[in-house]
């Protein structure tokens, strides 16, 4: 193990210090070390882990959750832990952030082009830790140099030709509900092996959905464009081909920041409609080994009085519960965690101990006690202003600053809690 992952649990200095400049500073977890300060979500992971991402999703099956919690209560934290084990069973795993430029989810075609474009295979502490490389480039030479050591070990055993097992192998991809799909992809992995940089150049184009002109890609039977009519029909081929290229399917985790207030009416509803519809293809078939989590801030988007949305709060109606209810479509964050002033004192707890390895440093225990408790509870009589979690460990590293210069608890007014 290198000396950035070197430590117990492979918590050492550089990624103790770049956890605590992370979550000191913008209040967010960092992609990697939210792992040791997590607290509350774990009987929550666990039912998501046993009975879903390790069961019935790698099984054949598909599901959406909505989590919900407002600014800086835990949203981005639980969908990269959700993540993480998602990755440990081996999906491929799309994290986005939906905004109203880039991605709103009034626009399957927009969200399409962005699934695609964070792609990312599962991830070792290590490759977290020093960066990894995201999208559907990155999972076609992927797939490319996995076949490619296939067909020579084959080769190698039988006296057979490689390109003889590649084609074979080209040739027998399943039909996929988009053929242009399929045969985008075909072209991209012949494309590689053959060093051909400008056809996998077009053929990357076409599969990020940026529509490259049809006259260049009809030699290859590409014929679809990527837009609204096409949108489900590409997610779902997308879905089918990370199955076929050996993983156990795709996890989507989109996190919706705060786009619903600016949207039109007409954006809400095209909004509504088509989260509808995700969520009755994830009841058919050919919507296999995917697992759909969307974060909101709030249910408001909801109320509206159409068909629409009465038959959107039906199918959200039912509240996700490890013990009682796991089938339940709505992870409520506020409720899932226990009593929150526990939770706020375990979070202060792990931090101190990531930052005492940070900074090479140990705090009096009894200072820190106190000085946890007051923040805590300083914190959370804020809980209607802002998002009281991220307030909370901001307003905890700050303390933990002062009390490695002074040696003395930190009162929640020493970092502006009152």
């Not at 002074?406 to 009152?418: A, F, N």
Request: aromatic share 12%; glycine share 8%.
């Amino acid at each position: 193990m290198s000396k950035v992952l070197s430590g117990e649990g492979g918590l050492g200095p550089h990624v103790a210090r770049k956890i605590i400049e992370v979550v000191g500073g913008q209040g967010n977890p960092p992609e990697y070390g939210f792992q040791y300060f997590t607290v509350g979500l774990e009987a929550y992971l666990s039912v998501l882990d046993r009975e879903y991402l390790g069961g019935f999703i790698k099984e054949g099956g598909s599901a959406f959750k909505m989590v919900i919690g407002g600014y800086g209560t835990g949203k981005t934290h639980f969908l990269y832990s959700v993540r993480d084990l998602a990755w440990k069973h081996g999906f491929v795993v799309s994290y986005l952030t939906l905004s109203p430029e880039h991605s709103p989810f009034s626009s399957l075609e927009k969200v399409y082009k962005e699934i695609v474009l964070n792609l990312t295979l599962p991830q070792s502490l290590e490759e977290l830790v020093q960066g990894y490389t995201a999208g559907i480039e990155n999972v076609l030479r992927f797939w490319h140099y996995k076949k490619r050591e296939q067909a020579k070990e084959k080769a190698k055993a039988s006296g057979s030709s490689a390109w003889d097992d590649i084609f074979a192998y080209l040739s027998s991809l399943s039909s996929y509900e988009s053929t242009s799909f399929r045969n985008a992809v075909r072209k991209a992995f012949l494309s590689i092996a053959m060093r051909h940089d400008e056809d996998f150049s077009l053929m990357l184009q076409w599969l990020k959905g940026e529509n490259p002109p049809r006259d260049l890609l009809k030699d290859d039977a590409v014929f679809e464009r990527i837009d609204r009519s096409t949108a489900f029909k590409m997610i779902r081929s997308l879905m089918q081909w990370t199955r076929e290229i050996g993983f156990s399917g795709l996890v989507i985790l989109l996190d919706e920041a705060e786009q619903i207030p600016s949207m039109s009416s007409r954006q809400v509803d095209l909004m509504v409609n088509n989260l509808r519809e995700v969520i009755d293809e994830c009841g058919h078939e050919n919507f296999r080994n995917t697992m759909w989590f969307y974060a909101v801030p709030d249910e408001e988007f909801v109320h509206g009085r159409t068909l629409v949305y009465e038959a959107l709060r039906q199918r959200l109606a039912t509240v996700f519960d490890a013990k009682l209810n796991p089938t339940g479509v709505k992870i409520y964050l506020e409720r899932i965690a226990g009593d929150p002033m526990d939770v706020l004192k375990g979070i202060g707890r792990k931090l101190a101990s990531i930052y005492e390895t940070a900074y090479n440093t140990k705090f009096d225990q009894n200072a820190l006690e106190k000085t946890i408790n007051g923040i805590s509870l300083g914190a959370y009589e804020r809980k209607l202003e802002t998002g009281y979690k991220r307030l909370f460990v901001q307003s905890t590293i700050k303390a933990f600053h002062v009390m490695r210069e002074t040696g003395k608890p930190v009162s929640k007014h020493e970092v502006d809690l009152e």
